[in-house]
């Protein structure tokens, strides 16, 4: 019973928390699963009726639709199926409920609220997981766990307080997971973003360098190709940046990146720099053809494409500088790099 209470509290805390962070499909499997889980341990034959019969259904239902907006005629539409079924359920006699209760008229006896409401849920589960497979959201491959718990607990019928609780910490874990990207990874090349450098350089101590790293004459691709196509360079320049910069890469913000070497030496990160800069020179990158040329040739729709990079390197050195200050200095070889002619590393 205290496994049952704990696990409608955690389904309350994931819907919360759910609403907070604007996932509003993982709040309304939440509240469904709560409801189910409540209804099932400390309900009576016409709750059970009810959470058994059309439970797994709604949760089919919450898995199938796109993630909805707060205020979306979707919400109202489950509210208005969660009323519509439990309202007549809850005002009906409870003799009738058990007489249709596990009645072994039914087929496969009483196990057939048990194993539709399994198969329900399973379902539901594995749109879960096509949705995860086609749009890559780490959330969904969360609920995808979540609902396998929720669908055991649906087969095993009352006393599952332990895989409603499974369930809910599954949920709990992916919208923490799903904040923690929200705020530290950049959406457009999935680096770590601005704030992430600011953690990981207020935690930097003893030697280490920095570098900053621009996309040449990034405004003039822009300008001919297009801002799709900028962003297309944008990922594809940051995924050479993770590969080839000495794995602590970060988007400091437009077309500027930040690469971060911790005990390392400011030689040793000008050559992981000069092999990240002809990484970056050799890609050709398939962007859409400028309007303009497209018209004219309608066969090549994409064009190859290829961009440079200016990096500028600094260390900590003797004088043991802060982090900010050897940004600076990291900021000034940049500039220095583009005056050079751009498309090169330089120190300072
Ligand atoms: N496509 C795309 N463009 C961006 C993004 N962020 C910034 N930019 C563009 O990056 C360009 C930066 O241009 P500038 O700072 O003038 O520099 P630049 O043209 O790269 O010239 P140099 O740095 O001197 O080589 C601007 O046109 C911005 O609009 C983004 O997320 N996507």
């Not at 199926?81 to 359920?89: D, E, K, S, T, Y």
């Not at 997971?177 to 999935?190: E, K, N, Q, V, W």
């Not at 940046?241 to 000008?270: I, K, Q, T, W």
Request: net charge positive.
């Amino acid at each position: 019973m205290l496994d049952s209470v704990v696990a409608v509290l955690a389904l309350g805390l994931a819907c919360v928390l759910a609403v907070s962070f604007h996932r509003y499909r993982a709040a309304q499997l939440s509240l469904v699963l709560a409801l189910m889980a409540a209804a099932l341990a400390f309900g009576e034959a016409r709750e059970i009726f009810a959470a058994q019969r059309f439970g797994p259904l709604l949760l089919l239902v919450c898995a199938a639709m796109s993630e909805p907006r707060l205020a979306s005629r979707r919400h109202a539409a489950l509210l208005a199926a969660i009323l519509l079924i439990v309202g007549p359920v809850m005002l009906a006699p409870p003799r009738l409920f058990e007489a249709m209760g596990d009645a072994a008229a039914f087929p496969l006896g009483g196990q057939a609220p048990r194993v539709s409401g399994f198969v329900f849920c399973f379902v539901a589960s594995m749109v879960c997981l096509g949705r995860w497979v086609w749009r890559g959201q780490p959330i969904d491959l969360g609920l995808t766990l979540a609902l396998l718990p929720a669908a055991a607990a649906v087969g095993r019928g009352q006393s599952a307080g332990v895989l409603y609780l499974a369930a809910a910490v599954l949920i709990i874990v992916a919208i923490l997971y799903h904040s923690y990207r929200m705020a530290f990874i950049d959406t457009l090349t999935g680096l770590p973003n601005r704030r992430a450098l600011d953690e990981t350089l207020s935690r930097l101590s003893g030697p280490f360098s920095l570098a900053m790293i621009d996309i040449d004459h990034f405004k003039g691709f822009n300008d001919t190709y297009g801002h799709d196509a900028g962003d297309i360079v944008l990922r594809e320049v940051g995924g050479l940046l993770r590969r080839h910069g000495g794995g602590n890469v970060f988007r400091y913000g437009g077309e500027e990146f930040c690469a971060v070497f911790p005990r390392g030496d400011l030689r040793s990160a000008m050559r992981t720099l000069e092999g990240a800069r002809g990484a970056v020179e050799a890609a050709r990158v398939a962007v859409p053809a400028p309007r303009k040329r497209r018209s004219e040739q309608a066969a090549a729709a994409t064009k190859d494409v290829s961009v440079t990079i200016s990096a500028g390197c600094a260390d900590r050195g003797e004088e043991r500088r802060s982090a900010g200050e050897v940004l600076k200095l990291a900021d000034q070889a940049l500039y220095k790099a583009k005056e050079k002619g751009r498309n090169r590393v330089e120190k300072r």
